[in-house]
């Protein structure tokens, strides 16, 4: 049996496809409800998404919702919203194409003129940080305007502070890129437009509620893990309660500080490296307002005087009427979230209308934590994992739903090479 600790995105798809490949799992996950991160909460009409609040329906994201009888609820936004950036004073269209970067009044022309130089500036250098690597690149302008904003926004997380290596060399690779970006960049951002931004009409939650129902038992919510000890065959894993249940692999699908926590003082190398991850801290802020704003949303440029990092129109996007998430915090005031609700909501409410001219009124605030990608990951990569563990987070390889999917995918491939279902029958 495959013990899998943790019932977010990644711990469900994992265990999903490992019982389509045959294989005898059981996930364990401490709160009430699946989904970690994931989860959605209805506020009267509006469903507020606590975590991601939007997918892409890409092929492997519209064949999981297809497998989960999820295809009917559904619900996509247009392809061709417009996304923008706050910067000098208001509104302006970030350009996702190369007619709009030719049009675009978010950079003045000597700053287009260096972004068109960047086919012939090098690639990525031994130890770079993504920040002087796209400054390097595409010049100081575009990088406060556009790309920092874009890219630090991802992870809520300052791309000075980034290594190339741990955040972006494997998209760049993925993308074929070897010199230069900016073309594959246009490429890419068109193919995607092409792909619409999706949710389901429950919110994003109601995805791994689904796979939890379609794992018929096998997932067992309210049962923390206390202690994993390795045996001479597997693993002896104790739950709350002090039931004890024998696994011959185990998978980590919990954030770090619970990893560290489980695998205590017998790999004490393993251990600090996972304990001194950074995680980022970031506050949502929920507004309900009347507007005439058709976007995405807007990104808030570096060196403007908002706390905004960023605000998602769920609005147009689908249909959630006059909803506006707003974030803040992160890396770029990590304290701000120990600040008391009323406070985060007031300056969420005043920055929105400096940038959008409406008032809103407060509907919630949450908080939540993202990976940040910076110089804590460098000890990871040299960590050796004990016999019979694997990891699948979003903290050991790509983050987003998309890159939680296909991760997941990867290692139930190849967990039941490892472990083929006739000597499991064998076993039983």
């Known amino acids: 049996m495959i013990g899998i600790v943790g019932g977010g995105i ?30 959605s909460q209805l506020h009267k009409d509006l469903v507020l998404e606590l975590g991601p609040q939007r997918a892409r329906l890409s092929d492997p994201f519209r064949q999981l919702v297809e497998s989960v009888g999820l295809t009917g609820e559904l619900v996509t936004a247009p392809t061709d919203l417009p996304l923008y950036v706050y910067h000098r004073g208001r509104l302006r269209r970030a350009p996702l194409s190369f007619s709009q970067a ?20 090098a690639g990525p250098r031994v130890g770079e940080h993504v920040g002087p690597f796209l400054r390097r690149k595409f010049g100081g302008a575009a990088y406060r305007a556009l790309l920092g904003p874009l890219y630090g926004g991802l992870y809520a997380s300052d791309p000075d502070r980034m290594p190339v290596r741990h955040a972006l060399q494997r998209t760049l690779v993925e993308l074929g890129v070897g010199r230069s970006i900016l073309w594959r960049m246009f490429r890419g951002a068109a193919q995607a437009g092409k792909i619409p931004p999706c949710s389901f009409r429950g919110g994003l939650g109601a995805l791994p509620l689904a796979i939890a129902e379609k794992l018929e038992g096998r997932v067992r919510l309210e049962t923390p893990v206390r202690a994993l000890r390795k045996e001479a065959r597997g693993w002896e894993v104790t739950l709350d309660g002090a039931e004890i249940v024998r696994a011959d692999t185990v998978v980590l699908a919990c954030p770090s500080d619970t990893a560290a926590r489980l695998l205590g003082g017998e790999y004490p190398e393993t251990v600090a490296w996972l304990s001194a991850l950074r995680y980022n801290r970031l506050a949502l802020v929920y507004l309900k307002a009347e507007t005439k704003l058709h976007g995405l949303g807007y990104q808030v440029a570096f060196g403007e005087s908002l706390e905004t990092r960023g605000v998602t129109w769920n609005d147009s996007l689908f249909g959630r009427t ?39 009124e407060v509907i919630q605030v949450s908080r939540t934590l993202i990976p940040a990608w910076d110089d804590t990951w460098d000890g990871l990569e040299e960590v050796e994992w004990p016999p019979d563990l694997h990891v699948c987070s979003n ?19 190849a967990l039941a090479k490892e472990k083929p279902p006739e000597s499991i029958s064998r076993r039983r």
């Open 395 to 413: 903290y050991t390889a790509r983050p987003g739903i998309l890159g939680r999917i296909t991760e997941a995918k990867r290692l139930a491939a």
């Open 322 to 360: 006059g909803l506006y998430t707003v974030y803040l915090g992160g890396m770029k005031n990590p304290g701000l979230c120990d600040w008391d609700d009323g406070r985060i909501a007031a300056i969420a409410c005043e920055e929105f209308e400096v940038a959008t001219g409406y008032r809103a």
């Open 10 to 39: 990644s711990g469900l798809v994992l265990a999903y496809e490992l019982r389509h490949l045959g294989v005898d799992v059981t996930v364990w996950e401490a709160e009430s409800v699946p989904g970690g991160v994931m989860r």
């Open 102 to 121: 030719v049009s675009t009044d978010l950079l003045p022309w000597w700053a287009k003129a260096r972004v068109l130089a960047e086919p012939f500036t």
